[in-house]
C-alpha cells in the first residue's frame, strides 16, 4: 500500500508550497497536478489548438511530451515539454487562466487521469491540485484542503509572481483569483470542493510553518 496525502484548494491558497515541504519531510513523491493543466494549455496554445476542438485536443493529452525532473536537494522541480524548459512559462498568469478554461472539459480531464495517477510510487505521493481527494486519488488515507480569503489569496500570489520577477499590481491579480474561483469551483467536471473527509484548514491567519506542523501532524497520526 503506497500512501498518498492529497492537498486541494483554491489558487493561492499556498497549497503548492506546502505539498513542497511536506514531500521533501517525508521523502515522499510529489505531484503538482496544477503544473500537467498548465504544461497542457502551453502546448494546445503553441499549436492553436482551440478549447472547441475535443477530438485534437484528446490527441494531444495522450501524446504530451510532458517531463518532470526534481532536485530535491535544493527544492528545484524542472517541467519540460516536448524536452523544451518550461518551468517559469508555466508560473505566468495568462498560462493558467488557460489552463484553467481546459480544465473545464470532462473528456479532457479523463484522459489526463492516469497520468496523474502514475505519480503513485513508493514511499508515497503528496499530490496539490483541485481534485485529487475527490477523483484522482479518492482512496487516499489523507487528505487536506486549504482555504484562504480570496483578498489573501490575492496578496501571496503576486508576492509569488514579484518573487519570480514577474509584475503585477494587487488589484489586477485579485480580479484574476476571483474569476479563477469562479471557474475552477463551478465547473461541470470534477468542481473545486473539499472532500468529505478531507481536514480543512483556513490558512488565512497561519504562516506557512503552521500549515505545514497541521498537514505534518495529520500523516504521523
Ligand atoms: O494549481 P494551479 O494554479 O497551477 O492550477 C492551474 C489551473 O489548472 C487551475 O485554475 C485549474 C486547473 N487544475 C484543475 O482543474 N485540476 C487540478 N487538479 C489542478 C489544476
Not at 525532473?69 to 522541480?77: A, G, H, T, V, Y
Not at 461541470?188 to 500549515?211: Q, R
Amino acid at each position: 500500500m503506497i500512501p498518498v496525502l492529497t492537498i486541494d484548494g483554491p489558487s493561492g491558497v499556498g497549497k503548492g508550497t506546502v505539498a513542497n515541504i511536506v514531500a521533501s519531510q517525508l521523502s515522499w513523491n510529489l505531484l503538482d497536478s496544477g503544473a500537467i493543466y498548465r504544461a497542457f494549455a502551453l502546448a494546445a496554445s503553441n499549436r492553436n489548438v482551440l478549447v472547441d476542438n475535443i477530438d485534437e485536443l484528446l490527441t494531444l493529452a495522450s501524446n504530451l511530451d510532458l517531463r518532470f525532473e526534481s532536485e530535491p536537494s535544493i527544492n528545484k522541480l524542472s517541467i519540460y515539454l516536448d524536452n523544451i524548459e518550461v518551468s517559469s512559462e508555466l508560473r505566468t498568469e495568462e498560462t493558467a487562466e488557460l489552463a484553467s478554461k481546459f480544465a473545464m472539459i470532462g473528456p479532457l480531464r479523463e484522459s489526463l487521469l492516469v497520468r496523474q495517477q502514475k505519480f503513485k510510487q513508493p514511499p508515497g505521493l503528496v499530490a496539490d491540485g483541485r481534485d485529487m481527494g475527490t477523483v484522482v486519488f479518492i482512496d487516499a488515507p489523507f487528505k487536506v484542503f486549504l482555504t484562504a480569503n480570496v483578498e489573501e489569496r490575492a496578496r501571496r500570489r503576486l508576492k509569488q509572481l514579484q518573487d519570480k520577477g514577474i509584475a503585477g499590481i494587487l488589484s489586477q491579480t485579485l480580479e484574476e483569483v476571483r474569476n479563477r474561483d469562479e471557474r475552477d469551483a463551478n465547473r461541470k467536471h470534477s468542481p473545486l470542493k473539499p472532500s468529505k473527509d478531507a481536514l480543512i484548514i483556513d490558512t488565512s491567519y497561519l504562516t506557512i510553518n503552521e500549515v505545514v506542523t497541521e498537514v505534518m501532524a495529520l500523516v504521523k497520526a
